[in-house]
């Protein structure tokens, strides 16, 4: 039988199948390969674009109203360029097909692949505007707590199976304690305390999983004041607000907030919840003496049409509460506030693409697939001084929330 050698190829290959075992987070959300960029190749800035499915309005009765198409997209820019290098020489390439895999191979995709998936979490978990938990609580310490963040989930629309979990390892542990002593399969049980985390459906989620690699989220500050909408009929993406402690607010992009009389909406039917809508701010912002006069949020507040995401437009007046000051009204100092993920994986999307193959001398392999939803290179290129194939693998990725509604956070 001839010899099987080390080729780059062969190397990728090896590398993508242990890439797909290792992610958490983004093993359980929609990867996208962007063919596109076959030919030319791909550079960090470039952008692809996901599109959002069609949302309409029922009418009622005879007469025949059609209503405007909307075809919207969520921009996807390609963020980062990420790679590890190493070299090997011409003899192992040879007769040490093992110690490659085991040394060079298995190790890089563990690292490449824990490197995109701390991109991904942290690139999307902001953009989720419903949450449960205290930043600085360690978790929530019942069972009810996700079970309202289902709450949530089913109050917008979001289909009720195929719901994912990833976890704070310390959410994980509280969560499994606190479920220890319900009623449930002995198997159950059992999985709790032998692996520390849920391994199957319960409490309204169809998977469990914890991952070291979630986000640490540092809130911003709030001093305990009363801060309010400032002017009537005011809708979209930013609010000019009032009452603010004066020079003593300073909001995180990604904190989170309610308005006192804004409700959610089911985007399916435009029915009321009947409960707060949550908004996450998506830019740093700070008061000017006590006035922020263009408070970025999201969703956006769009009371009507097939758009729609809150069933109210803010009263002048009505009152702002920052989440997590506690106590409520109270103060919000800089947290540090671990973050978990509840989502269906519609919610987020990972893209790569193909970068650019040189062509100066060296060897170039791409393993792409649709099915993976992965593009890694490799590029090699022997050294005649020393024998030895320094060799480097590189990965273009972008991520994004496309559907941030149909995710929660945890926060711990």
């Known amino acids: 039988m ?42 960090v800035g470039d952008t692809v674009r996901a599109r959002l499915p069609q949302r309409f309005v029922v ?60 991109f991904a979490f942290n690139a999307v978990y902001r953009d989720v505007y419903q949450s449960i938990g205290t930043p600085g609580a360690g978790g929530p310490s019942t069972t009810l707590a996700y079970l309202q963040g289902g709450v949530k989930l089913t109050d917008i629309g979001t289909p009720l199976s195929g719901r994912k979990a990833c976890l704070d390892q310390y959410q994980m542990a509280v969560l499994a304690n606190a479920a220890s002593t319900l009623f ?34 540092v809130t911003g500050t709030f001093t305990a004041s009363t801060p309010v909408i400032n002017g009537a009929n005011q809708t979209g993406s930013s609010l000019i607000t009032n009452g603010w402690a004066s020079g003593a607010t300073s909001l995180k992009k990604g904190d989170l907030f309610t308005i006192a009389g804004v409700n959610s909406i ?89 970068l650019m193959k040189p062509t100066a001398g060296v060897e170039t392999s791409v393993v792409r697939s649709k099915a993976w939803g992965v593009a890694i290179r490799m590029v090699e290129q022997y050294q005649i001084g020393t024998d030895a194939n320094p060799s480097r693998l590189d990965m273009l990725v972008g991520s994004a929330a496309p559907r941030p509604e149909f995710a929660y956070r945890v926060q711990g």
């Open 266 to 354: 089911n985007r399916l039917s435009y029915q009321s919840s009947g409960r707060l809508q949550q908004f996450t701010i998506t830019a740093d912002t700070v008061d000017v003496t006590g006035d922020i006069a263009a408070l970025p949020i999201s969703p956006p507040i769009i009371v009507s049409g097939a758009l729609a995401t809150v069933d109210a437009i803010p009263a002048s007046g009505a009152a702002i509460t920052v989440w997590g000051a506690n106590p409520v009204g109270g103060v919000l100092a800089t947290t540090n506030s671990p973050t978990g993920l509840v989502f269906i994986p519609d919610a987020f999307a990972l893209v790569t693409a193909d």
């Open 59 to 118: 009418t009622h009765g005879q007469a025949l109203q059609v209503q405007n198409l909307f075809d919207a997209t969520v921009p996807i820019s390609l963020q980062d360029q990420m790679n590890i290098a190493f070299s090997y020489s011409s003899a192992q390439a040879t007769t040490d097909l093992d110690s490659i895999r085991s040394r060079y191979t298995q190790p890089a995709a563990e690292h490449l692949a824990n490197a995109v998936d701390v």
């Open 2 to 43: 001839a010899n099987t050698i080390a080729t780059p190829t062969w190397t990728l290959k090896e590398t993508t199948r242990q890439f797909t075992n290792e992610v958490t987070f983004v093993r359980n959300i929609t990867r996208t390969y962007d063919d596109s960029f076959v030919q030319a190749g791909a550079k």
């Open 184 to 217: 449930n399969p002995s198997g159950t049980i059992s999985e709790a305390y032998t692996k520390g985390q849920f391994g199957r459906e319960q409490l309204g989620v169809s998977e469990w999983y914890q991952d070291a690699n979630r986000p640490l989220h």
